[in-house]
C-alpha cells in the first residue's frame, strides 16, 4: 500500500498538464480571487524574499514575483517535478527574472533559518504527511518579524451549504477529472485530502503550536476555503 507521500507525489505528477485548467472548473476561477485578496492583506513590499511551498504550476509564486519586483526573490518549491516543469515553463514566457523553480520537499526545506520575508503555501498543506513539521519548517526558514501564510480548503459550517460542499466534493468533482482531465482516481483523492484536513480552528492552533503568533484567519465562500497567516516573533 502506498504511503500518503507516495501517493500525493503520483496523482500530481499526473495531473499537472490540467492542473490549472482543472483548478478553475473546480473552484468556479474563485481561487484565484482568494488569493488576490491574501495578497492584499500580506502587504508584499518590493525587495521582499519569498518562498512559496508546494508551488505547484507557480500561479502564487509569480504573484509574488510582480509584488517584490525586479529587486526581491522568489522562491517556487514542490517536490512534483512534472507540476514544476509546467511553472518552468510559464517562466520561459514570463518576465519574472528573480523567480526560481526547486525540486524539494515540504517536510524538510533546503534553506537557512530567517532566510524569507514571506513564506506561503498555497492548496498544499493538506497534502503533506504531517501538517505540523511542515508549518514548523515554513516558520523556521521565515525571518523574525516575517510571516507564514496558508491558504487551504476548509470546511463549511453553514447549514444547507455545508451538505451541498461535500455532495459536490464527493461526487461531482471527481467526475469532473474523469470527463476533462482523464484523472477519475487522482481527483478522487484531492477530495479525500478536503474531507480529511483539519477545521479553521484546528489549524489555527496549529499554526500556535509551529511557533507563530498574531494567527489571524479569513474565510472565503462560506468556509469552502480560508487563509491563516502567523507572525514569526522578533
Not at 514542490?78 to 517536510?107: C, W, Y
Not at 503533506?128 to 470546511?155: F, N, W
Not at 468533482?173 to 477545521?199: C, H, I, R
Request: aromatic letters at 12%.
Amino acid at each position: 500500500m502506498l504511503s500518503k507521500e507516495e501517493r500525493v507525489h503520483s496523482v500530481f505528477e499526473k495531473i499537472s498538464d490540467q492542473y490549472d485548467y482543472m483548478n478553475d472548473l473546480i473552484s468556479f476561477k474563485q481561487h484565484s480571487k482568494w488569493r488576490k485578496d491574501t495578497m492584499k492583506r500580506m502587504k508584499v513590499q518590493p525587495g521582499n524574499h519569498c518562498l512559496d511551498v508546494c508551488c505547484g504550476t507557480g500561479e502564487w509564486t509569480f504573484a509574488l514575483a510582480e509584488a517584490v519586483g525586479i529587486k526581491g526573490k522568489v522562491i517556487g518549491l514542490d517536490f512534483s517535478q512534472n507540476m514544476l516543469n509546467v511553472g518552468i515553463e510559464k517562466l520561459k514566457v514570463r518576465t519574472s527574472p528573480q523567480v526560481a523553480f526547486i525540486h524539494g520537499n515540504a517536510m524538510e526545506l533546503p534553506f537557512e533559518d530567517n532566510s524569507f520575508d514571506y513564506v506561503t503555501i498555497g492548496f498544499g498543506l493538506r497534502n503533506v504527511p504531517d501538517y505540523l513539521q511542515a508549518l514548523k519548517e515554513m516558520a523556521r526558514v521565515v525571518k523574525p518579524g516575517g510571516r507564514v501564510v496558508c491558504l487551504e480548503t476548509s470546511h463549511p459550517t453553514v447549514p444547507v451549504f455545508k451538505q451541498l460542499f461535500t455532495f459536490y466534493f464527493t461526487y461531482i468533482m471527481p467526475v469532473f477529472g474523469k470527463l476533462f482531465a482523464k484523472s477519475y482516481q487522482e481527483y478522487a483523492w484531492l477530495q479525500e485530502s478536503t474531507e480529511a484536513f483539519l477545521t479553521k480552528e484546528e489549524l489555527k492552533e496549529l499554526f500556535k503550536e509551529a511557533g507563530l503568533s498574531n494567527v489571524e484567519v479569513k474565510s472565503y465562500a462560506l468556509g469552502a476555503a480560508a487563509m491563516h497567516t502567523g507572525k514569526k516573533q522578533q
